[in-house]
């Protein structure tokens, strides 16, 4: 007898999902960026990979965090810039102002506590840049089917996140 082989997604909707979620952490920038700045309490934990492709900052900030750096946009950050596919701004950082550019594919994690709003994303995949060999092993995602009881969760509802 033949197994049936699970249907493949060739429209690779979990990705796009991303990618739509990914437009709300711009849109919510957008708005923060506006004349007036970010309205009321809000305000946002944003954590990203230091490491991603078109992550850019001060060498010495950037070593610091070699993995994942989460930074707040409250009351001090100047120069916010959300562009199509990445954010700038500057923020203090032991008193000097220190500017990030950030790519949205980098961001894994959108908070904003004031309205105890989450996003969590996957993270991007980072290469070690002295290994190059690595890359292609590392691409492939397609990996045989786990035990259904461990894999994580394909859907992610939004309701736990919102204020009743």
Same mark, same amino acid.
């Given at each position: 007898?033949?197994?049936?082989?699970?249907?493949?997604?060739?429209?690779?909707?979990?990705?796009?999902?991303?990618?739509?979620?990914?437009?709300?952490?711009?849109?919510?920038?957008?708005?923060?960026?506006?004349?007036?700045?970010?309205?009321?309490?809000?305000?946002?934990?944003? *954590? !990203?990979? #230091?490491?991603?492709?078109?992550?850019? /900052?001060? $060498?010495?900030? @950037?070593?610091?965090?070699?993995?994942?750096? =989460?930074?707040?946009?409250?009351?001090?950050?100047?120069?916010?810039?959300?562009?199509? *596919? !990445?954010? #700038?701004?500057?923020?203090?950082?032991? /008193?000097? $102002?220190?500017? @990030?550019?950030?790519?949205?594919?980098?961001? =894994?994690?959108?908070?904003?506590?004031?309205?105890?709003?989450?996003?969590?994303?996957?993270?991007?995949?980072?290469?070690?840049?002295?290994?190059?060999?690595?890359?292609?092993?590392?691409?492939?995602?397609?990996?045989?089917?786990?035990?259904?009881?461990?894999?994580?969760?394909?859907?992610?509802?939004?309701?736990?996140?919102?204020?009743?």
């Amino acid at each position: 007898m033949s197994e049936d082989k699970p249907p493949q997604d060739l429209m690779h909707y979990e990705a796009m999902a991303q990618d739509a979620l990914r437009g709300v952490v711009k849109a919510a920038l957008k708005r923060a960026a506006a004349p007036g700045g970010l309205p009321g309490a809000h305000h946002f934990y944003i *954590t !990203f990979k #230091t490491e991603a492709p078109g992550v850019s /900052g001060p $060498p010495d900030l @950037l070593g610091k965090y070699p993995d994942e750096m =989460t930074i707040v946009l409250q009351h001090q950050y100047w120069d916010l810039g959300p562009g199509e *596919t !990445f954010f #700038t701004v500057t923020l203090k950082f032991g /008193g000097e $102002p220190k500017k @990030l550019s950030v790519p949205y594919a980098a961001v =894994t994690r959108f908070y904003d506590p004031s309205v105890q709003f989450l996003l969590q994303f996957e993270a991007p995949a980072v290469e070690p840049a002295i290994k190059p060999a690595a890359k292609k092993k590392a691409a492939p995602k397609p990996a045989p089917p786990k035990d259904e009881a461990s894999d994580e969760p394909k859907v992610v509802s939004l309701d736990q996140f919102r204020k009743k």
